[in-house]
């Protein structure tokens, strides 16, 4: 049972253009949530975090948005750069501290 | 660089030999995760310390698995008897404590490949 989900394994945008990547979660007891961005061979590097006291936040190019009654979030990319292209991971956890779960990760590509 | 490390990056290993990963934290931080990733899923958490207190194993732990924090600073992950089903990246990720907003950083990972 996949608590949290990111459907879209892939998403192609221009230099420039949004980039919009999507995870929905099932728990209702989730409580933080987390984008983590990934380069192969690498760790995921944390890009933005979002309580669920909060429904965004903002550094810089990114834009995380969190709609509880949808039980969905979002991370924007504005403007979308090359350098942008990796593996995207959604991460939730119960509590600030504790166990992390992950969706599969959207790939996102970055094309100049 | 004072980010999460680990050691080795890459390891290889006979079916059935026990091996030994390392992690060393971000300076200060008092809580460490272990988690495992396979192609094409994401991070699953594994186990994590507060200071030396194991405080949560997943089920994803076997017996075979052992996770170790001696002092609350660096920790080690043995797997004994490894399989190939262990083949895997191993993630270690460092976090302080710090109330609602608190924040896990990863290292490099270990990529473990069992033959």
């Known amino acids: 049972d996949q608590q949290v989900k990111q459907n879209s394994p892939s998403l192609s945008v221009q230099e420039g253009r949004i980039s919009i990547l999507n995870c929905d979660y099932t728990n209702s007891m989730f409580d933080y949530f987390l984008w983590y961005k990934k380069y192969p061979a690498e760790g995921p590097t944390f890009l933005i975090s979002i309580s669920s006291i909060k429904d965004k936040n903002e550094d810089g190019r990114f834009t995380v948005f969190l709609n509880k009654s949808a039980k969905h979030l979002s991370l924007h990319i504005v403007p979308s750069q090359p350098g942008d292209s990796a593996v995207y991971f959604c991460a939730a956890s119960v509590q600030a501290g504790t166990a992390l779960i992950f969706g599969k990760g959207t790939t996102l590509s970055v094309s100049s | 660089d004072t980010g999460v490390s680990q050691d080795p990056r890459h390891k290889i290993t006979k079916r059935g030999q026990n091996v030994t990963f390392r992690c060393d934290p971000i300076s200060e931080h008092n809580r460490l995760y272990w988690y495992r990733q396979t192609l094409g899923q994401g991070p699953e958490f594994l186990t994590y310390f507060q200071n030396e207190a194991q405080l949560e194993k997943s089920r994803l732990l076997s017996d075979r698995f052992s996770a170790e924090r001696p002092k609350g600073s660096f920790s080690t992950l043995e797997i004994q008897r490894t399989e190939q089903g262990d083949s895997a990246m191993y993630l270690c990720?460092?976090?302080?404590?710090?109330?609602?907003?608190?924040?896990?950083?990863f290292g490099p990972g270990t990529r473990l490949l069992v033959l």
């Open positions: 990720a460092s976090s302080l404590q710090a109330g609602r907003t608190e924040t896990q950083y």
